[in-house]
């Protein structure tokens, strides 16, 4: 008998041991999701999609420095094939009016060219390379960019005839979206001419602003 009693105390001790455990275990599981899972609303967000045109399409205008003519007005065109991330071909044609030279402009000094063949016209085939592509800060906002040099050669027609030109420069690209950019660019068209009687190698340089559409 004492046994029996002895033995049904020992098991209800047992169980309130176990019931108590499993209160403080759940009580402590619930507190632990409170502090490390907190109710948190999450937001939806939408990646970017970066356009990946290849190629680039555009206007520009500046002026041209035409070594003995002065420094004329120049308008063209330009399309380019972005070969890779640092490389592009690129093709140009403007044109242009040639003031007079300082020769004519001499009292009495007859006209070296009429008014048709001061009409300039030329077009090049480069070869270009991006050189430190990154951003430019303009007041609070940024820009992509990009500087490259650029390297080629094609043709400049006035006076009546052409004459193989080469052209080096280098400029400066500003995204201002994922498609349309800004471009400033400087080049030197180097040739040779015997408008004065003998073969002159002569310089020309040009700087012009425009703008492109990638697409």
Not at 84 to 100: R, T, V
Not at 149 to 160: D, E, K, M, R, Y
Not at 191 to 199: K, S
Request: glycine share 8%.
């Amino acid at each position: 008998m004492e046994s029996w009693i002895r033995g049904a105390v020992l098991i209800a001790l047992v169980s309130c041991g176990i019931t108590g455990h499993n209160a403080v275990a759940q009580d402590s599981s619930t507190l632990l999701a409170d502090v490390v899972q907190p109710d948190i609303e999450r937001r939806d967000i939408e990646e970017a999609e970066i356009d990946a045109e290849n190629w680039e399409f555009g206007f520009y205008a500046g002026v041209l420095s035409f070594e003995d003519f002065g420094s004329n007005d120049v308008y063209g065109v330009r399309i380019a094939y972005h070969i890779s991330e640092d490389w592009f071909a690129e093709a140009n044609y403007g044109i242009s009016k040639l003031q007079k030279s300082s020769s004519e402009k001499i009292a009495g000094f007859p006209p070296l060219l009429t008014d048709d063949e001061r009409d300039l016209s030329y077009y090049n085939l480069n070869l270009g390379f991006n050189l430190l592509p990154g951003e430019l800060f303009i007041g609070k906002w940024a820009f992509n960019s990009s500087f490259y040099f650029i390297l080629g050669a094609g043709n400049t027609l006035f006076a009546s005839d052409e004459y193989f030109t080469y052209n080096v420069g280098g400029g400066l690209r500003l995204f201002v979206t994922d498609w349309i950019a800004m471009h400033w660019d400087v080049r030197n068209h180097l040739m040779t001419h015997a408008l004065f009687g003998e073969d002159k190698d002569i310089q020309n340089l040009e700087t012009h602003l425009g703008v492109t559409l990638f697409f």
